[in-house]
């Protein structure tokens, strides 16, 4: 393993800028070590009083949508303006397979090169929860070190992009024309999540669909009750490949973003964002003691039994688990 650097030396390289130590500060959080544990919690402490200033927008979209062309033709663009953009990626696939939907292929490679940008897929071997939580943090990471634009992305075909809207300011959902909501895979609560919808690869002979979609897709959205935001979410067309309709799109974030600032929302939305955070890492917290619990883990093997053969229902067996494991907490 690599040696550590001291918590002065992650946080003087974060404020700096400089995208090796930045690197080593990722990798130190997303570690399961107690020692590096520490040592995490004591650079976040430092930075945080950096962080929070950028503009954090989640991309969602099934596979083959575009989401990594996407990315790179919007990187470059936020880039042109002189501005520092980081891509994070929440791939919920890392555990399961080993290997991951969004990081087995060269992406991005443009944007990679370029000094102004600064790319990180998500961490492999860590739960859902823990990739929530690592992303959440590398995100202020990279707020510190003085990038003004997050880009988190995601893969839009399961609970993932819920986590991502649970962290991001504007949430962009990227969809085809022509291919059906079914095909698509794409659920009617991800739309309802958007700020924005974007029709992808609206280049060809596929401009006429893209463009007959924007009028579907807008009477699709109409029935859905009004954002808090005061937004109306917006349906627009792309192409990524051409790198057409992106720069619009990145004008439409930075209206949301003033508008929202104005009104309020904007705040409201991150506050509650950190008060759902907290919980949710109760919850994660309370589940491990639980099932860390040395008595309850014994225990639990007969319970798990005595379920399955229909001896006992599971709600008293759940609920005598928690009394044994209150009454054994501090053992
Ligand atoms: P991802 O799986 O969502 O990251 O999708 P990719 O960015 O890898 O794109 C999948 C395929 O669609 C690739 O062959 C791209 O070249 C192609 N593609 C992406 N964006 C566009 C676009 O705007 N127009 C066209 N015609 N093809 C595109």
């Given at each position: 393993?690599r040696?550590?650097?001291?918590v002065e030396?992650?946080t003087?390289?974060?404020?700096?800028?400089?995208?090796?130590i930045l690197?080593?500060?990722?990798?130190l959080?997303?570690s399961k070590?107690?020692?590096?544990?520490?040592l995490?919690?004591?650079?976040?402490?430092?930075?945080?009083?950096?962080?929070g200033?950028?503009?954090?927008?989640g991309?969602?979209?099934?596979?083959?949508?575009?989401?990594?062309?996407f990315i790179e033709?919007?990187g470059?663009?936020?880039?042109?303006l002189?501005?520092?953009?980081?891509v994070?990626?929440?791939?919920?696939s890392?555990k399961?397979?080993g290997?991951?939907?969004?990081?087995?292929?060269?992406?991005?490679?443009?944007?990679?090169?370029?000094?102004?940008?600064?790319i990180r897929?998500?961490?492999?071997?860590l739960s859902?929860?823990?990739?929530?939580r690592?992303t959440r943090?590398?995100m202020l990471?990279?707020e510190?070190a003085?990038y003004?634009?997050?880009?988190?992305e995601?893969?839009?075909?399961?609970q993932?992009?819920t986590?991502?809207?649970g962290m991001s300011?504007?949430f962009l959902l990227l969809?085809l024309?022509?291919a059906?909501?079914e095909l698509q895979?794409?659920k009617k609560?991800?739309?309802?999540?958007?700020d924005?919808?974007?029709i992808n690869?609206?280049?060809?002979?596929n401009?006429?669909?893209a463009?007959?979609?924007?009028?579907?897709?807008?009477?699709?959205l109409?029935?859905?009750?009004?954002?808090?935001?005061?937004?109306?979410?917006?349906?627009v067309?792309?192409?990524?490949?051409?790198?057409?309709?992106i720069a619009?799109?990145?004008?439409?974030?930075?209206?949301?973003?003033?508008?929202?600032?104005?009104?309020g929302?904007?705040e409201?939305?991150?506050q509650?964002?950190?008060?759902?955070?907290?919980?949710n890492?109760?919850r994660q917290?309370l589940?491990g003691l639980?099932?860390e619990?040395?008595i309850?883990?014994k225990?639990?093997?007969?319970?798990e039994k005595?379920?399955?053969?229909g001896?006992?229902l599971?709600v008293?067996?759940a609920?005598l688990?928690l009394?044994l494991?209150?009454?054994?907490?501090?053992?």
């Amino acid at each position: 393993m690599r040696q550590r650097l001291s918590v002065e030396a992650y946080t003087k390289g974060v404020l700096s800028g400089d995208t090796i130590i930045l690197s080593r500060a990722i990798t130190l959080i997303e570690s399961k070590l107690k020692n590096d544990k520490l040592l995490a919690k004591a650079v976040l402490e430092n930075i945080l009083p950096y962080t929070g200033k950028a503009m954090r927008v989640g991309i969602t979209g099934v596979p083959g949508v575009g989401k990594s062309t996407f990315i790179e033709a919007f990187g470059k663009h936020i880039t042109s303006l002189k501005k520092k953009v980081a891509v994070l990626t929440v791939d919920p696939s890392s555990k399961k397979t080993g290997g991951s939907i969004l990081a087995d292929k060269t992406r991005m490679e443009e944007l990679s090169r370029d000094p102004l940008a600064f790319i990180r897929p998500s961490a492999s071997g860590l739960s859902l929860g823990g990739v929530a939580r690592s992303t959440r943090e590398t995100m202020l990471l990279c707020e510190a070190a003085g990038y003004e634009v997050i880009i988190i992305e995601t893969v839009g075909v399961g609970q993932s992009e819920t986590l991502v809207k649970g962290m991001s300011d504007f949430f962009l959902l990227l969809m085809l024309a022509g291919a059906g909501d079914e095909l698509q895979g794409i659920k009617k609560g991800i739309m309802e999540m958007a700020d924005a919808v974007a029709i992808n690869k609206a280049d060809g002979a596929n401009k006429i669909s893209a463009e007959l979609a924007v009028t579907e897709y807008q009477n699709a959205l109409h029935l859905f009750p009004k954002s808090d935001s005061d937004f109306i979410t917006k349906v627009v067309t792309c192409s990524a490949l051409e790198g057409t309709g992106i720069a619009s799109l990145w004008e439409l974030i930075t209206e949301y973003q003033q508008s929202t600032i104005q009104n309020g929302y904007f705040e409201k939305n991150r506050q509650a964002q950190n008060l759902e955070w907290m919980h949710n890492y109760i919850r994660q917290l309370l589940e491990g003691l639980f099932y860390e619990n040395t008595i309850v883990k014994k225990a639990i093997v007969m319970s798990e039994k005595s379920v399955k053969e229909g001896n006992e229902l599971p709600v008293p067996a759940a609920e005598l688990l928690l009394d044994l494991f209150m009454k054994n907490l501090l053992k």
